[in-house]
């Protein structure tokens, strides 16, 4: 048997914020799907050079009444990066709340925007 990862979903409650965030990380979109029938909206970001590793973003057109705070709709994402507190100090400058900082380049915790 083999298995290939394809990519990691998120339910987004505003579409151009989610997309501003994680093109802050350096992703970019690399493709969209508009489905009239379902009104939804997919939009795949993924870092250069890694099209394989994307991240879906899912936006229904009507809302979804249990986002954002509902955490069943999101986990976390892990990226690995060359400066951790350099992205850190991009982040901030562009208004992400940094709720636990790295320290000895350790994981960071991020508050994300409202998505």
Not at 11 to 25: G, H, M, P, T, W
Not at 59 to 88: K, M, Q, T
Request: proline share 8%; with cysteine; hydrophobic share 35%.
């Amino acid at each position: 048997m083999t298995i290939r990862y394809l990519h990691t979903m998120v339910r987004v409650l505003d579409l151009e914020k989610s997309i501003a965030f994680y093109k802050l990380l350096g992703l970019k979109e690399t493709r969209r799907y508009d489905n009239e029938g379902g009104r939804f909206t997919l939009v795949f970001l993924a870092p250069p050079g890694q099209e394989d590793c994307p991240v879906e973003l899912t936006y229904n057109w009507d809302g979804d009444p249990g986002l954002p705070s509902d955490a069943r709709h999101f986990g976390h994402l892990a990226y690995e990066v060359d400066d951790i507190y350099a992205i850190c100090a991009h982040l901030q400058a562009n208004g992400v709340l940094i709720n636990r900082p790295p320290r000895d380049g350790g994981w960071p915790s991020f508050a994300r925007p409202t998505m």
